[in-house]
């Protein structure tokens, strides 16, 4: 499984982690149909050539009706000093050996983009690590143009590391699609702006499942722009900003999430529309901000059997969850470390919180095991 906890950088631990196998799936391949970036585009994978014409051409022969539509990238790093791109493709899969040992290396220029997918749809990314130097604004952007024939949509990312970027994921461009895609065992490192940014609209169901988000501003969320997500059984870690952020509202649900030492959980921008919001079973472990959950639009917001143990500076702490629009929160079966923790703000009591059965422990009285994360 991969590692909890830790720098990505660290090879060997991942390596090792990699090579713990999930307990009901495997990874099956490579198959001699697969094109092999190594053996049929005749790329190094040593981190020293320039390897970005052979992924281009690897990545155009994907959609030749008479090439292989599944791209095998051996372990090795493979250096890209320029941005690639999937233009107009469909029913393709794009897999490496190990996300540990199989790296794609951005040495281009400041603020670039790793993959540009502009009318890519139904298919896989899985099993590699996209590694953007501290110089790449994005490791991969799915966002159609508006133009290209067909929109991207319904493509999956699984098992796969998205390190030292701005953003790991990022979707939509205004009005346009991008959407039903989920994102499975995947984790996010160091991205400065956010590990998955949904941007548009249009740019809607968007599944995150067991994935990692670590030192990330933000892990996920749909600001600025709009679209929608649900986060699940995920583990965030020193987010500076906040776990999961929201801004134009629609259905989201966050359910079954750990947060550990960072700012906030979960913030929803003031806004004067309904967002229908469901967090359920997250445990939230020392927020280092004043609010661990920030509702801010008319709701309705349900709270369902949360954990949250405030940071035990209380200088630190001034509400678990703070609604500062009229709307409807409904907490029921909550655990909070600090008593009043949830607070309407002034001047907008017409806020309608309802707690049913919320209950307030010391901070010694919360039990913690630290979640075991599935493998690659």
Not at 157 to 184: K, S, T, Y
Not at 302 to 309: K, P, Q, S
Not at 347 to 369: P, T, Y
Request: aromatic content about 8%.
């Amino acid at each position: 499984m991969l590692p909890s906890s830790g720098n990505c950088r660290d090879l060997p631990e991942l390596q090792r982690a990699a090579e713990t196998a999930a307990t009901d799936d495997e990874f099956v391949g490579p198959f001699a149909n697969w094109a092999d970036l190594k053996r049929d585009y005749v790329a190094r994978g040593d981190g020293k050539t320039d390897d970005t014409s052979a992924l281009q051409k690897a990545l155009d022969d994907l959609k030749a009706d008479k090439k292989s539509h599944c791209l095998y990238l051996p372990a090795g790093t493979y250096r890209i000093t320029r941005g690639l791109q999937m233009v107009s493709q469909m029913n393709f899969t794009i897999v490496g050996e190990n996300p540990a040992t199989t790296i794609i290396k951005w040495e281009g220029p400041e603020n670039g983009t790793m993959l540009f997918c502009n009318g890519a749809r139904y298919g896989r990314f899985g099993r590699l690590r996209w590694d953007g130097s501290g110089r790449a604004q994005t490791a991969i952007a799915h966002q159609w143009d508006g133009h290209t024939p067909n929109a991207n949509t319904h493509n999956e990312h699984a098992d796969e590391i998205f390190q030292n970027v701005g953003f790991g994921i990022r979707a939509g461009v205004p009005h346009f699609m991008d959407a039903e895609c989920p994102i499975l065992r995947c984790r996010f490192v160091h991205c400065s702006k956010a590990g998955v940014s949904i941007e548009s609209f249009n740019a809607c169901d968007w599944w995150i499942w067991y994935s990692i988000f670590e030192d990330c501003r933000v892990g996920v969320t749909n600001d600025p722009g709009a679209g929608n997500f649900h986060v699940y059984e995920s583990l965030f870690r020193r987010s500076t900003e906040a776990d999961i952020k929201m801004s134009n509202c629609s259905f989201f649900s966050m359910r079954h999430n750990t947060s550990i030492g960072s700012k906030a959980f979960f913030i929803a921008g003031t806004r004067g529309c309904s967002g229908s919001t469901t967090l359920q079973g997250n445990t939230v472990l020392d927020p280092t901000g004043p609010t661990a959950i920030q509702v801010g639009n008319v709701g309705p917001c349900l709270l369902v059997d949360n954990i949250v143990r405030s940071n035990r500076d209380k200088s630190k702490g001034e509400h678990v969850v703070y609604v500062n629009e009229p709307g409807t929160t409904l907490s029921v079966g909550n655990t909070f470390t600090m008593a009043d923790a949830i607070d309407v703000a002034p001047g907008k009591k017409g806020g309608n919180v309802l707690a049913i059965d919320d209950k307030v422990v010391n901070s010694d009285g919360i039990k913690f095991e630290q979640p075991v994360m599935p493998g690659a």
